[in-house]
């Protein structure tokens, strides 16, 4: 694959995901189109050696897999995890605001947002929502207005004249979106309503009964930079991740029994139903391998690639880095490591990953934190411990990460897509 059509591949599906809801459905499509059948959690599965499969959970979390033969504990896995969601701004359950003649939005803030970054955007909205139909039926379809129906102004340097040298944003009371002129009229359940049925006109709606809806930056992705070196978008932590697993897993071919995940919530703690702290992988592998013995053998002969973004040396707060340690946007993907363990990456995994990018020429990175700074995590601790499975923590070097606007390199996507579609070719990990 060509790096120009896989970054316009690319950016199509970062539009197309405006929530975790959105990114899942866009991964189905394209599973789908490439001869996945879907299974479902509550039915018997009958799995074929040769087959390829996926299962949704929560519809915001995925699983997609192939078994071109169904002894696994004789092979072993090769995974690539990811996750779905990203900081952003959740409508509240009783979120029609009416202030000063103004519709606004009441707002939770959902994971580590860069609140600011918020303020004089055009936003829309998108997500699900739950109904009750005419016959009385409850079903939940998707919405996206996709038009920008709101803002969030900041406040005129005149009347905050301190804000030069620095300023937190309220949530509660300075982060609310304004829709418009105050309406007697509005019902906010009423335009969520319309809009549902503009979307699916095929529905007989009765009452909206609960939402699941977030703002979105309305401007679409983009390639910036003279030599357009630069990828700029909203969510590229951690879609940008996601994107390049199913790449990697669409095209991987059927040499070897390969599974990508991409579970919900990872950006506030991963523990849910569907999230890696959760017991989704653990069910779906059970499933494949029910013999107890059998399940621990193929995990000690798998191996899961956790790609979530890192944090790239930044011209401008270099001393934020360790020198020895800092990534360079568009110099190859970033292998991650904690001795604490918030990033799951060992000497053996990371082995196996220098080795296969060598093999495909590509450059490879390290990041550790620096000794005096907390540091993150991502969902490669969470899924080997749950599951048992030696994993390696990696993620392509990224600006502005949680801001509403991220920065990653047009070259490194691609780069760890062609090494990760060798990774999940691979036939030896470690030899004994």
């Known amino acids: 694959m060509e790096n120009q059509s896989f970054n316009t591949s690319l950016l199509s599906f970062l539009k197309a995901s405006p929530t975790p809801f959105h990114a899942t459905s866009s991964m189905k499509t394209a599973l789908e189109e490439k001869g996945f059948t879907e299974l479902k959690e509550n039915q018997d599965w009958n799995l074929q050696a040769g087959g390829r499969y996926f299962v949704c959970r ?99 340097i ?100 390969s599974l990508l995940i991409c579970t919900d919530h990872e950006e506030i703690g991963s523990l849910s139903a569907c999230g890696a702290n959760g017991p989704f992988l653990e069910d779906v592998l059970r499933r494949i391998s029910p013999d107890p013995a059998h399940y621990v053998q193929s995990m000690n002969r798998s191996m899961m690639i956790s790609a979530d973004n890192a944090h790239a040396l930044h011209p401008n707060y270099a001393a934020k880095h360790d020198k020895l340690h800092a990534p360079l946007i568009n110099s190859g993907a970033v292998i991650k490591v904690n001795s604490n363990q918030r990033y799951a990456t060992n000497s053996e995994t990371s082995a196996v990953y220098k080795k296969l990018a060598e093999a495909e020429g590509y450059q490879v990175q390290t990041f550790v934190v620096r000794s005096d700074m907390a540091c993150g ?56």
């Open 58 to 156: 929560n519809a915001s979390s995925i699983i997609a897999f192939t078994t071109p033969r169904l002894d696994v504990h004789q092979t072993g896995w090769r995974m690539v995890g990811a996750h779905t969601d990203s900081p952003c701004l959740k409508l509240k359950p009783n979120a029609h605001v009416k202030r000063y003649g103004y519709d606004q939005l009441g707002v939770e803030v959902y994971g580590g947002v860069l609140r600011h970054t918020w303020l004089d955007r055009d936003l829309s909205l998108a997500g699900r929502v739950s109904f009750s139909q005419t016959n009385g039926d409850i079903h939940s379809r998707l919405i996206d207005f996709k038009d920008p129906i709101a803002t969030i102004p900041n406040l005129a």
């Open 377 to 432: 995590s991502t969902i490669g601790p969470i899924t080997s411990g749950e599951v048992g499975v030696p994993t390696l923590d990696i993620g392509l070097p990224t600006f502005g990460m949680h801001s509403i606007r991220e920065l990653a390199g047009s070259q490194d996507a691609i780069g760890l897509y062609r090494v990760l579609n060798r990774f999940l070719k691979l036939e030896t990990l470690i030899s004994e």
């Open 158 to 257: 005149h009347l905050n004249r301190g804000v030069t040298d620095g300023f937190s944003v309220n949530p509660q009371e300075e982060l609310l979106p304004i829709l418009g002129m105050g309406d007697d009229q509005f019902e906010l359940e009423a335009c969520i309503q319309a809009q549902l049925e503009k979307e699916h006109p095929e529905l007989e709606v009765k009452a909206i009964l609960d939402f699941e809806l977030s703002l979105y930056d309305h401007q679409a992705p983009a390639l910036v930079g003279l030599k357009k070196e630069f990828i700029c978008s909203a969510r590229l932590d951690n879609l940008l991740s996601c994107f390049v697993g199913l790449s990697s897993l669409l095209e991987a071919g059927d040499e070897r029994p």
